[in-house]
């Protein structure tokens, strides 16, 4: 019983690289989503994917791509990674089903530590 | 004023008394609250949800939710110095859209 499940768990990249981090949750779950965690600034939502094939920006957006490639994966892209870029990211999945908003609570991978040199 | 707020802390407790955690958050069509606990270097972990005002009890955690003053609030009974760690507060605002927004976390300390 995997989860939510991140790679790589670690990454350095230089300035202007590009990178796509993978997630993939086992659990058949619809909604998806990144966050960045910085200190000091808790986590902050990038951005998410309410089921297959939609995605909307989150907080901070700008710099990243992603894509909803089927109900179990959501990759982030950074196509020119900038020090600004350095964190903690994290992906999480949600059943996203019953009603009054039951059962929309977020589960987290282990997360990728990236820093952007 | 941002969407979910806490305080930072650090909240000093002694071991064996009540912590008491809050959050306020401004968007009044949020449905669903969460708390998380996370330690360091470790990834957001569930410890509670509730969706209804009132008070939902699991073990030694109570979390307290009042829709109409938008506050939300997790009290941890007979503290243990394994629950000192970050506590983050989480809103799903469901009718609006699909995000889940956290607050900053708030750092508990233990104090054996």
């Known amino acids: 019983n995997a989860g939510v499940t991140q790679t790589p768990k670690f990454q350095v990249l230089k300035t202007g690289q590009s990178m796509t981090l993978q997630c993939a949750q086992d659990?058949?779950?619809?909604?998806m989503y990144w966050y960045r965690q910085d200190p000091g600034m808790g986590l902050r939502l990038i951005y998410y994917?309410?089921?297959?094939?939609?995605?909307d920006k989150g907080e901070v957006p700008n710099g990243y791509n992603v894509s909803r490639l089927n109900k179990r994966e959501f990759s982030l892209r950074l196509e020119s990674a900038a020090p600004s870029q350095t964190s903690v990211y994290f992906c999480?999945?949600?059943?996203?089903?019953?009603?009054?908003?039951?059962?929309?609570?977020?589960?987290f991978g282990q997360g990728t530590r990236l820093t952007v040199v | 004023q941002k969407e979910v707020e806490q305080n930072s802390g650090p909240l000093s407790v002694p071991e064996g008394a009540i912590a008491s955690l809050n959050c306020t958050y401004s968007?009044?069509?949020?449905?669903?609250f969460f708390w998380y606990r996370q330690y360091s270097g470790k990834s957001p972990e569930l410890i509670m949800s509730?969706?209804?005002?009132g008070d939902k009890e699991d073990g030694r955690f109570t979390a307290q939710l009042n829709k109409a003053s938008q506050y939300v609030s997790l009290l941890i009974r007979d503290s243990q110095p394994s629950d000192s760690a970050t506590y983050l507060c989480?809103?799903?605002?469901?009718?609006?859209?699909?995000?889940?927004?956290f607050g900053k976390g708030t750092r508990l300390h233990i104090l054996p």
């Open positions: 999480a999945s949600s059943p996203r089903t019953g009603g009054a908003g039951r059962n929309t609570e977020a589960f």
């Open positions: 968007d009044r069509v949020s449905q669903s």
């Open positions: 659990m058949n779950h619809n909604s």
């Open positions: 989480a809103v799903n605002r469901m009718n609006r859209d699909d995000k889940i927004i």
């Open positions: 994917s309410a089921s297959e094939g939609t995605t």
């Open positions: 509730i969706y209804s005002n």
